[in-house]
């Protein structure tokens, strides 16, 4: 089954505490993101990954960090968590957006989403 | 201003109604456009992609008015099923025509629909 997965789906931490939470997606796409959505605020991006080894920052970068060694995975990674940063968060992936084609190249795919605490 | 905006609703409307989202962006460099359904405390899932001469699924338009930089979404026969919430995107593409990846979302439309 195609899909994108995240993992916790939910987690309670303190702050300063670094974790990663995981993205992994078995549909063989080159794009990868991660989103914030916080009430009020909607779905804003954090880092999003064009490639393997491509990554760029999105809207609100500050405090996260991103890697992409590999295709599939997508690791967000918080080194120093702030309560700041208690949010929903959704990794998505798909073809670049806005390459040649119909609604299929365009569309992505969202993992299920972490929803984290930082106390 | 925000580069995506929608009206947030809610709209409450019954059954069978007809019902219109608009959605407007700032960057005129925007090149990609969508609307997304997010119901509630899942993932948003792709609605559809929005083309400049219109597109038409089933009960769905979406509309482009690059001129005004606006989009719209219209829903005929509403479902008691076609309440979400549902998400403008919007990406921008440089003058190669390739894309920056960026994707800004707008704050969402909430829509009820009642027996």
């Known amino acids: 089954e195609a899909q994108v997965t995240q993992n916790p789906r939910y987690l309670i931490t303190v702050t300063g505490k670094k974790l990663t939470v995981t993205c992994s997606q078995n549909?063989?796409?080159?794009?990868m993101s991660w989103y914030r959505q916080d009430p009020g605020l909607g779905l804003r991006q954090i880092y999003y990954s064009m490639n393997v080894e491509v990554t760029d920052k999105g809207d609100v970068p500050e405090g996260y960090k991103v890697s992409r060694k590999e295709k599939r995975n997508f690791p967000l990674i918080l080194e120093s968590p702030s309560p700041n940063q208690t949010s929903l968060y959704f990794c998505a992936s798909g073809s670049t957006p806005g390459t040649s084609g119909r609604s299929s190249y365009n569309e992505q795919f969202f993992g299920p989403g972490t929803r984290l605490t930082v106390l | 201003r925000k580069e995506v905006e929608q009206d947030p609703g809610p709209f409450n409307v019954p059954e069978g109604a007809t019902v219109a989202f608009n959605c407007t962006y700032s960057?005129?460099?925007?090149?990609?456009f969508f609307w997304y359904r997010q119901d509630c405390r899942k993932e948003p899932k792709l609605l559809m992609s929005v083309y400049s001469s219109g597109n038409e699924d089933g009960r769905f338009t979406a509309q482009l008015n690059r001129a005004s930089q606006y989009i719209s979404l219209l829903i005929r026969d509403s479902k008691l099923s076609d309440s979400a919430t549902y998400l403008c995107?919007?990406?921008?593409?440089?003058?190669?025509?390739?894309?920056?990846?960026?994707?800004?979302f707008g704050q969402g439309t909430i829509l009820t629909v009642h027996p």
């Open positions: 995107v919007v990406n921008i593409q440089n003058a190669g025509g390739t894309s920056y990846g960026k994707l800004t």
């Open positions: 549909m063989n796409h080159e794009y």
């Open positions: 960057n005129s460099a925007s090149q990609s």
